[in-house]
C-alpha cells in the first residue's frame, strides 16, 4: 500500500460544480496535512493547510479524518481557472523532509 | 520577490555526462530539497539539506549528490547520466518554526537523458 493514495482522476465537471477529492494516508502517526495544487508544467503551489477542525478558503474547503486516515478538499463553484492537479502532502515527522506527496488528481472544468 | 530559482530551466544530456543543477532561494530558509517527478508517480525526495553543511539523503538519492555550503544553494549533481534520470527536478525550500513543513517550490528543470 502506498504511503499517500489519491484517486488520479480525471476529473471532468462543468462550471458551477461541487467537486471533491480524498486523499488516504497510511501512516497513523501523520501531524500535518496541505493541499498544493499543480498547474501543467509547472510547481507545486500550496492551496491550503488542512486542519484537524477543518479549513475554509473562499470556495476551498480542507477537513481530515485522522480515524479513517484520509483528508478531502471540496472545490465549490468551480472555475476554469480551476483546472490543474491538486496534490496532498502528509508529513509524518518534524520537518518537510518528512513530507510525502500523492501521485495527484486531475481536474477539468468545462464551461 | 525571487523566491526559489532553478537553472536551467531544460536541458538534454548524453547517457554518461555529468551536470550540476542550480537551486537558489531569496528567503532565508533553513531547510531546502530536492526532488524529481516522474509522470503519474508524485514527488520523489532526493536529497535534503536541514541548513548550511549539513544534507542527507532522501528516498532516491542513487546517482545524484549534493552540497550546501550556503543558506541559499543547493546544487544537485548528476554523475553519468542514464535514461532513467529524464524527469523533471523540482528544488523546495521551507522555513524554520511553525510553517516549517509548508515548502516552496522552484519552477522546475526539465531533463532528457539520451
Known amino acids: 500500500r502506498k504511503e499517500v493514495e489519491q484517486d488520479p482522476g480525471p476529473f471532468n465537471v462543468p462550471e458551477g460544480a461541487t467537486v471533491a477529492f480524498n486523499c488516504t494516508y497510511s501512516?497513523?502517526?501523520?501531524?500535518?496535512f496541505f493541499w498544493y495544487r499543480q498547474d501543467c508544467r509547472k510547481e507545486p503551489k500550496l492551496l491550503m493547510s488542512v486542519y484537524s477542525s477543518g479549513n475554509e478558503d473562499g470556495r476551498f474547503t480542507a477537513q481530515l479524518n485522522r480515524a479513517s486516515q484520509y483528508i478531502s478538499l471540496l472545490i465549490r463553484d468551480s472555475k476554469l481557472s480551476d483546472s490543474a492537479t491538486y496534490l496532498c502532502a502528509v508529513n509524518t515527522g518534524t520537518g518537510g523532509f518528512k513530507t510525502i506527496f500523492g501521485a495527484g488528481t486531475r481536474l477539468f472544468v468545462k464551461a | 520577490n525571487a523566491g526559489v530559482t532553478q537553472t536551467p530551466k531544460f536541458r538534454i544530456l548524453k547517457i554518461g555526462q555529468s551536470m550540476t543543477l542550480q537551486c537558489t532561494q531569496d528567503m532565508n530558509h533553513n531547510y531546502m530539497y530536492w526532488y524529481r517527478q516522474d509522470p503519474g508517480m508524485g514527488l520523489k525526495l532526493i536529497y535534503y539539506?536541514?541548513?548550511?553543511?549539513?544534507?542527507d539523503k532522501g528516498e532516491v538519492p542513487n546517482g545524484y549528490n549534493v552540497s550546501r555550503s550556503t543558506t541559499e544553494d543547493f546544487p544537485l549533481r548528476l554523475e553519468l547520466a542514464a535514461p532513467s534520470q529524464t524527469s523533471v527536478y523540482f528544488c523546495a525550500s521551507s522555513p524554520r518554526g511553525v510553517a516549517k513543513n509548508i515548502q516552496y517550490f522552484g519552477a522546475g528543470t526539465r531533463l532528457s537523458v539520451l
Open positions: 501512516n497513523s502517526a501523520s501531524q500535518s
Open positions: 539539506s536541514v541548513g548550511a553543511g549539513i544534507t
